[in-house]
């Protein structure tokens, strides 16, 4: 166990990252406070809004920051996990075939061993709880960098007055109502000339 | 000279073979695409939005009433039911005299995203339902149900058990729990919701990276180290190609769907404890008391028997039938063993219940 003076020693990297964001905040928050009134003067028409939304551009690049070190605190831990997994079986191989193979036949058979050894220590390792864990919050992470990629986009294009992702959205929720409500009226419709027809 | 360096002469001859071949390759293999898979033929019976309900020409006289729609999977294309003339599970039900339909579910966009479980099993399921027993003149239908397939289909089967004369679940997936598949763990550890809000649909990069984590080196590195080998066993060479085409070929599944999938299936398990809602009616697997025949394939490592086989239990049916085979997920449906096994089997249950 390591002693309470080796543990305060170690730099926080949430605490520094917090240090950061709240810095970058500050002097973002006062940078715009400061321009924006001059910017609101001069911007004039789409370039207007473009200038009001600059603090969220900022915003989701330092959040984006964030997300990227859980990103590559993930992406190593894959890495490192995939690579112990290959390490392991090496290993397990040698003990098995400590000899380099020489002719057709035992070249066949050590690599069907080899083969055999990695299959199951990989299979084992995507089976098992802490690799789904962890790929879990990799992909999470991933996509929250993804969320911030596309808020930083949207700015761009509400700038340009261009439809975003979110309008988009309202489109295609719409169009899979009204699909679903011409169906029903199609199948009603469709009851309604069986039944007349029955009678 | 005792350093020496001893080189086995068949060994140099095998490596000097595999080069070769490596160099031939191109002249001799055709590209992806340029693949006849000599399909049976087939109208375009109904189509609605992106679905389209295939209806199979027939080169035997027809000689059961009740018709057959399958109901493809949503990952990857249908036609591996129908990937060579000879290991054709279309082409096999057709010569046994049964009517064959089939659901294709086409390729989704982002203007499909918002398309769920409701969509698919009380729309377009309903909607080919109640179009074939128009066409055939039968107020029911066999309904059979391949991997998430085998899923829609029994959930169909639950809510609309009027409407179905016999259910057939092909490696259903089913207890999600019991999944003791990469896939069943990749599926729990997932954040569905962030996935959905941030891309939408399941994009189909995101299940090659899954088929890459199963059987990472027989699949990955051995097959191929095979084919470059064998490249000159014609047979070979357009089996081989035939299935890493459809393996190379999946679509993307509705973002709204796949929530679903993932949260009711595998992560909350609701539906073999009877406790999913589709279209707020509640999935109850003993209202299936239609006949029900179970197919799981014991070296399946997409979804393992575990996770198929509860359903046998779950059912509400008397009549009901688990047959288990030594094969895999693929091999279950499209191989010499499934023609000669697995449909033989089928027919014949089937055709009892087909009158």
Redesign the interface.
């Known amino acids: 166990m390591e002693s309470k003076a080796e543990a305060t020693k170690k730099p926080d990297l949430k605490e520094t990252a917090d240090y950061f964001k709240h810095l970058s905040l500050f002097w973002t928050d006062m940078a715009y406070l400061i321009s924006s009134k001059p910017s609101a003067l001069t911007s004039a028409g789409p370039m207007r809004k473009f200038t009001m939304q600059t603090k969220k551009l900022a915003n989701e690049m330092i959040e984006s920051n964030e997300d990227l070190i859980e990103f590559n605190n993930r992406l190593t831990e894959y890495y490192k996990q995939l690579s112990d997994t290959w390490n392991e079986a090496q290993k397990r191989f040698n003990t098995k075939v400590p000899e380099i193979p020489n002719d057709v036949e035992q070249i066949e058979s050590s690599k069907r061993v080899w083969i055999d050894i990695f299959e199951n220590a990989f299979t084992q390792l995507f089976d098992s709880e802490k690799f789904g864990e962890n790929f879990g919050k990799l992909i999470s992470s991933e996509l929250e960098l993804s969320k911030h990629w596309n808020n930083m986009f949207a700015v761009l294009l509400e700038a340009a007055n261009v439809p975003t992702k979110n309008d988009l959205n309202e489109v295609y929720q719409e169009l899979h109502l009204l699909r679903k409500r011409v169906s029903k009226l199609e199948k009603s419709e469709k009851k309604a000339v069986v039944e007349h027809n029955g009678k | 000279m005792e350093n020496e360096l001893?080189?086995?002469p068949?060994?140099l001859e095998?490596f000097l073979k595999f080069n070769k071949n490596l160099i031939e390759a191109p002249k001799m293999v055709p590209a992806m695409d340029e693949i006849n898979l000599e399909m049976t033929p087939f109208d375009v019976a109904y189509s609605?939005?992106k679905m389209r309900l295939l209806h199979f020409n027939s080169p035997v006289q027809k000689q059961h009433k009740i018709p057959i729609i399958i109901v493809y999977a949503l990952i990857n294309r249908y036609y591996i039911l129908d990937i060579h003339p000879q290991k054709s599970w279309i082409k096999n039900l057709l010569n046994q005299g049964f009517d064959v339909y089939l659901i294709d579910w086409g390729t989704p966009t982002?203007?499909?995203?918002?398309?769920g479980f409701d969509?698919y099993v009380n729309?377009y399921i309903d909607?080919c339902v109640d179009f074939v027993c128009d066409e055939a003149d039968v107020e029911k239908v066999t309904l059979q149900g391949y991997c998430t397939g085998g899923t829609l289909a029994t959930v169909y089967s639950a809510l609309h058990p009027n409407k179905v004369k016999n259910l057939i679940a092909t490696a259903p997936v089913i207890d999600g729990r019991k999944d003791?598949?990469?896939v069943g763990?990749?599926a729990?550890?997932?954040?569905v919701d962030?996935?959905v809000?941030?891309?939408g649909n399941m994009p189909p990069e995101f299940m090659y990276y899954v088929f890459s984590?199963l059987?990472?080196?027989?699949q990955g590195?051995?097959k191929y180290i095979h084919f470059f080998r064998n490249i000159h066993d014609k047979n070979y060479v357009d089996n081989f190609l035939r299935v890493e085409k459809w393996l190379n070929d999946t679509p993307s599944i509705p973002g709204e769907l796949f929530r679903q999938w993932i949260k009711d299936v595998y992560q909350e398990n609701l539906l073999i404890q009877d406790k999913m809602y589709v279209g707020r009616k509640l999935v109850s697997l003993k209202n299936i008391t239609m006949p029900i025949f179970i197919q799981v394939a014991v070296g399946d490592h997409l979804v393992s028997p575990e996770c198929s086989m509860p359903l046998y239990y779950a059912v509400g049916a008397e009549d009901k039938t688990l047959r288990i085979y030594p094969t895999g997920h693929v091999g279950m449906i499209a191989s010499s063993f499934s023609q000669k096994k697995v449909l033989s089997e089928l027919g014949q249950w089937l055709s009892e219940r087909s009158k």
Do not use: A, R, W, Y
């Open positions: 001893k080189i086995d068949i060994l095998e609605e939005d982002n203007i499909d995203k918002f398309l969509d729309g909607n003791t598949t990469v763990n990749l729990k550890h997932m954040d962030k996935m809000e941030t891309i984590v059987k990472p080196f027989e590195l051995e």
